[in-house]
């Protein structure tokens, strides 16, 4: 409903009238905003700011004695090039640009993923293996809800790996509409549940973008409104998850929004030692060679590897913590933490 725009107009047009000509503009000025309403009428009937300009300017048209046909006001004159001055001149929708604006300096950036078995790395730098069989949330803020379902790796087994993907992008303003993304293996689209590509119809549609790295393996989702990037990957049988938050964003939740794997780690009756897969095991030493030649530090991401490879037999798994030591290499803020030891 864009009756604030129409009623914004109108007050522009009558703000400065003066004189002998008053009478007349005024009228003009009434007929415009009668015809702005108009247009928003199948969009807004449910508003009662529509319904309060409507009834105001019929009785300010007979007051006026303004008739209902006849010239209108001219539209108003397009605002003045940008100048770089001030914050009405940047783009919103550029969360980068506004920051360093407001506060002087560039924002401060998070990361968080999910691969593997599933493997947590948080906002915060913990490290957990979980079992978290079914759904459960990622991230859970003001801007974005992120949902992950798991299945188990292989009949009977405790460890589960990431099957289904599930991110709302939610509705800001004038920047995008809701964008809905699902990724379940064998199925990762290049495009939003509805076949978009963006952010949609809104001025700042394009501050949200999607982009295939690699078809049917790796996409990546550009959100510049809210200052994130997303990395959603395929390797072996197991979906991946990557995401560098700016830190005002990855902290913009309430009390009741405190389920997030990628805030507080995976709950600790959920978590996995990956040690207890691996001592004195044949499999772990053929294992650790292949994880060796993807991943030459042990730091958690070959130990992850090691795990993985061992509890579900598929030396697809080195490409899987590969992948995320990749992501995690490009999203890090301070790459002195890109390494975990445990």
Same mark, same amino acid.
């Given at each position: 409903?864009?009756?604030?725009?129409?009623?914004?107009?109108?007050?522009?047009?009558?703000?400065?009238?003066?004189?002998?000509?008053?009478?007349?503009?005024?009228?003009?000025?009434?007929?415009?905003?009668?015809?702005?309403?108009?247009?928003?009428?199948?969009?807004?009937?449910?508003?009662?700011?529509?319904?309060?300009?409507?009834?105001?300017?019929?009785?300010?048209?007979?007051?006026?004695?303004?008739?209902?046909? *006849?010239?209108?006001?001219?539209?108003?004159?397009?605002?003045?090039?940008?100048?770089?001055? *001030?914050?009405?001149?940047?783009?919103?929708?550029?969360?980068?640009?506004?920051?360093?604006?407001?506060?002087?300096?560039?924002?401060?950036?998070?990361?968080?993923?999910?691969?593997?078995?599933?493997?947590?790395?948080?906002?915060?730098?913990?490290?957990?293996?979980?079992?978290?069989?079914?759904?459960?949330?990622?991230?859970?803020?003001?801007?974005?809800?992120?949902?992950?379902?798991?299945?188990?790796?292989?009949?009977?087994?405790?460890?589960?790996?990431?099957?289904?993907?599930?991110?709302?992008?939610?509705?800001?303003?004038?920047?995008?509409?809701?964008?809905?993304?699902?990724?379940?293996?064998?199925?990762?689209?290049?495009?939003?549940?509805?076949?978009?590509?963006?952010?949609?119809?809104?001025?700042?549609?394009?501050?949200?973008?999607?982009?295939?790295?690699?078809? *049917?393996?790796?996409?990546?989702?550009?959100?510049?409104?809210? *200052?994130?990037?997303?990395?959603?990957?395929?390797?072996?049988?197991?979906?991946?998850?990557?995401?560098?938050a700016a830190e005002e964003v990855a902290h913009a939740f309430t009390e009741e929004q405190d389920l997030q794997l990628c805030v507080g780690g995976c709950p600790r009756s959920q978590r996995i030692s990956r040690r207890d897969c691996c001592r004195g095991h044949r499999a772990a030493e053929v294992a650790r060679a292949l994880c060796k030649e993807m991943l030459p530090v042990e730091d958690v991401y070959f130990q992850s590897c090691v795990f993985d490879v061992v509890t579900s037999g598929d030396v697809n798994f080195t490409m899987a913590a590969h992948g995320a030591l990749e992501d995690a290499r490009v999203f890090l803020p301070n790459v002195e933490k890109l390494?975990?030891?445990?």
């Amino acid at each position: 409903c864009k009756i604030l725009r129409c009623n914004s107009e109108y007050v522009a047009a009558t703000l400065n009238l003066r004189g002998s000509g008053r009478s007349t503009a005024f009228c003009n000025a009434l007929r415009s905003y009668s015809h702005c309403t108009r247009k928003t009428a199948r969009t807004c009937r449910g508003d009662l700011a529509y319904h309060s300009a409507v009834h105001g300017i019929e009785d300010l048209m007979i007051q006026n004695n303004c008739s209902k046909e *006849g010239p209108t006001s001219p539209p108003r004159p397009r605002p003045p090039a940008p100048n770089h001055q *001030g914050l009405e001149t940047l783009d919103i929708c550029n969360y980068e640009k506004s920051f360093l604006y407001k506060h002087g300096q560039p924002p401060s950036y998070q990361h968080c993923a999910a691969f593997g078995d599933p493997h947590i790395r948080t906002f915060h730098d913990d490290f957990h293996t979980c079992r978290v069989e079914g759904s459960w949330p990622l991230l859970d803020n003001d801007y974005l809800f992120v949902q992950a379902t798991s299945s188990p790796v292989a009949k009977g087994s405790n460890a589960t790996v990431t099957s289904k993907l599930t991110i709302i992008f939610k509705n800001m303003k004038e920047c995008i509409d809701q964008k809905v993304y699902q990724a379940e293996i064998d199925n990762l689209p290049a495009a939003f549940e509805d076949g978009s590509v963006n952010g949609g119809e809104r001025p700042g549609g394009s501050s949200l973008a999607i982009q295939e790295r690699s078809p *049917g393996r790796h996409v990546e989702i550009r959100a510049d409104y809210i *200052g994130t990037t997303i990395a959603i990957r395929q390797a072996g049988r197991q979906l991946s998850f990557s995401i560098r938050a700016a830190e005002e964003v990855a902290h913009a939740f309430t009390e009741e929004q405190d389920l997030q794997l990628c805030v507080g780690g995976c709950p600790r009756s959920q978590r996995i030692s990956r040690r207890d897969c691996c001592r004195g095991h044949r499999a772990a030493e053929v294992a650790r060679a292949l994880c060796k030649e993807m991943l030459p530090v042990e730091d958690v991401y070959f130990q992850s590897c090691v795990f993985d490879v061992v509890t579900s037999g598929d030396v697809n798994f080195t490409m899987a913590a590969h992948g995320a030591l990749e992501d995690a290499r490009v999203f890090l803020p301070n790459v002195e933490k890109l390494h975990i030891f445990q």
